[in-house]
């Protein structure tokens, strides 16, 4: 492990401070191992594998109908379940576009990589699983949304590093006729972007090296919202969707966070997440969202007491919809919102086919890992709400789908504990390379292979949400733990300064959530005295997790926002290891 390095005196603010350098205790000082190719492992007897990573943007597991929710139908996806594995318990160590993607990239987490909230920026220079893939001779690409720039960047100031060839998305992109940026600048394509996401992808095997093996990440921009569908899917889910039991949610027995997040299906959807028109006016219409998002300006769908005021329009076809009730205008906008989301996701799903059946038709299937996930859950409405970012089990789960048929058995599901920090390190060893020191997760290789991880309580995913109190959806920070059985969770509601966080200083609170006996997570067991024993193991491992992987544990600081001063002087001495070399596989 190398010898530890102290915090000392203003070390904790290194660990939310969002202009990170490869200095950073976990990367290699001296000499820079991870600037030179990596070793390949003498072990590793397998042939080196294509790789080609799909990720949308916000598509729930729930809505892949190989897990089982039974809401839509998605047969090019499910195709990696039947074909391949499905895992069960991949979860997210950030719950936000921008730190899921650097977390991936670099295989470690955010205090460590530096992107902590939406608003920072990746520094190019750090090392990542695409420049040593590219150094061992593997020809590499990024295709779709990159969204590791910061905001605006229509410029190469930051293009993506360690890809012999790119095309991205600027900013979220645009679903019609997107803007593309590449190594000759700006441009802009025709079409629908899920459809020329793929297309592109398929160009990129089509022309590769053939005497290379390839590693391509194909970031699809669907599902982010405001949602919008090809013309071919918007005649489909016009059935009544279910209604998830949580819906209306009281947020009883759960910490403040929980009810004073602005993200409620009923009171925070805007006329342009539900393709209605905005009528003209001010607040009795609708409330103005702070318009400092160039892709999200619109005003919420208001939910006054007398609804028979409302007259909504939709935006393609002009149908006028009233109410009665407040219920019956909560539920439109359920049925609306799902209805243009569950749309939205079909186009990736024709796409994964067509890549899957380019693959079986070109005689690369074999020996070619494809991967399906998104860059973390998302909410279909269960607690009331829509977004991500909570631990809370429907943002935290990432779906992940793996076809890799010279390994994989088809048809398998694991149970394994895994997450997006363990990606790079499972492809490097993939690739017959060693995996550096300064990554912060572990390859489960072993896994695809038939071989289950030790099913044993001290196996947990760690998630830590850094954006505090932002203006558009008041979702607090925290971070925690989940094991098999388990969940922890504290919300220290502190901003630390960090780009794109509000105001700090709220009310700090522990939950404790038995998802065995409570997968809905309503109940917080912290202060039950029949959970005690389970409430000092799991904190204990928290303290471990968090030691190990060097997070700053503020529960251990202080209980109010006045005494965060004090945390350079309780950190003296609390040691962060320094991880130079590559691991031993």
């Known amino acids: ?22 200095s950073h205790p976990f990367y290699a000082r001296g000499t820079p191992s991870w600037l030179l190719p990596l070793q390949h492992d003498p072990d590793s007897t397998m042939t080196r594998p294509n ?7 916000d598509h729930a597991a729930k809505a892949i109908s190989a897990y089982g929710a039974g809401i839509n139908d998605t047969p090019g996806i499910d195709r990696l379940a039947k074909e391949g594995m499905r895992y069960d318990h991949c979860y997210v160590t950030n719950s936000i576009c921008t730190p899921s993607r650097a977390t991936i990239l670099c295989g470690t987490h955010n205090h460590v990589n ?29 295709i779709g949304k990159w969204h590791l720039a910061g905001h605006g960047a229509l410029e190469k100031a930051h293009a993506p590093q360690g890809f012999d060839e790119w095309d991205i998305l600027p900013g979220q992109g645009q679903y019609f006729d997107p803007m593309w940026i590449n190594s000759s600048g700006p441009h802009r394509e025709m079409g629908y972007v899920t459809d020329i996401t793929t297309d592109k992808a398929i160009d990129f ?15 699809h921009k669907a599902p982010h919202r405001p949602w919008e569908c090809h013309p071919r899917h918007r005649e489909l889910y016009k059935d009544e969707i279910r ?15 929980a009810s004073l997040a602005k993200m409620r299906v ?15 006016g001010g607040s009795e219409l609708g409330e103005l969202e702070i318009p400092f998002l160039d892709w999200f300006t619109s005003r919420k769908v208001p939910m006054p007491d007398d609804v028979s005021k409302i007259r909504l329009i939709d935006k393609q076809t ?6 009665k009730t407040r219920e019956e205008l909560s539920k439109f906008k359920y049925q609306r919102y799902m209805q243009r989301y ?9 796409g994964v086919g067509k890549l899957l059946d380019y693959l079986d038709a070109s005689g690369l299937a074999e020996n070619t890992m494809v991967i399906y996930t998104s860059d973390q859950g998302f909410f279909l409405g269960e607690h009331g709400w829509f977004d991500k970012r909570f631990i809370y089990e429907e943002s935290f789960q990432m779906p992940f789908l793996i076809r890799w048929p010279s390994v994989i058995k088809p048809g398998s599901v694991s149970k394994d504990i895994i997450s997006n920090v363990d990606f790079a390190a499972t492809w490097l060893e993939a690739a017959g390379l060693r995996i550096p020191n300064y990554m912060q997760g572990d390859s489960f290789l072993s896994s695809l292979k038939g071989v289950p991880r030790p099913a044993d309580d001290k196996t947990v995913a760690y998630h830590r949400y850094w954006q505090h109190a932002d203006p558009i959806h008041n979702a607090y920070a925290h971070y925690g733990i989940r094991n098999q059985r388990y969940k922890l969770i504290y919300w220290y509601a502190e901003s630390f300064d960090l780009p794109g966080t509000g105001q700090g200083g709220q009310e700090r609170e522990w939950e404790l959530f038995d998802c065995e006996k409570d997968p809905l997570e309503l109940f917080n067991c912290w202060s039950d005295p029949s959970y005690g024993q389970v409430r000092e193991e799991m904190v204990r491992l928290l303290n471990d997790k968090m030691e190990t992987i060097g997070d700053v544990p503020v529960h251990k600081v202080g209980a109010s926002a006045a005494e965060l001063a004090e945390i350079d002087k309780a950190y003296e001495g609390v040691g962060i290891s320094e991880r130079a070399g590559e691991k031993n596989m």
């Not at 009923?266 to 003209?280: I, K, R």
């Open 51 to 57: 790789i080609i990573f799909i990720m949308a943007d």
């Open 205 to 219: 095997i089509e022309r590769r090296d053939k005497s290379r093996p390839f590693f391509a990440m194909v970031h």
């Open 318 to 323: 002009a149908e006028v919809f009233t109410f």
């Open 1 to 22: 492990m190398g010898r530890d390095v102290g915090v000392g005196s203003a070390g904790w603010r290194e660990a939310v401070d969002s202009s990170f350098r490869p």
């Open 342 to 350: 569950l749309r939205t996701i079909q186009s990736i799903d024709d």
């Open 114 to 142: 530096g992107v902590h909230t939406l608003d920072s920026k990746l520094d190019s220079n750090l090392p990542n699983v695409a420049k040593h893939l590219r150094s061992s001779g593997y020809q590499t690409a990024m």
């Open 266 to 280: 009923e009171a925070d959807m805007s006329y342009q997440d539900l393709g209605l028109v905005q009528p003209e």
């Open 243 to 257: 209604i998830p039991e949580t819906y209306d949610d009281d947020y009883k027995n759960r910490a403040k966070a």
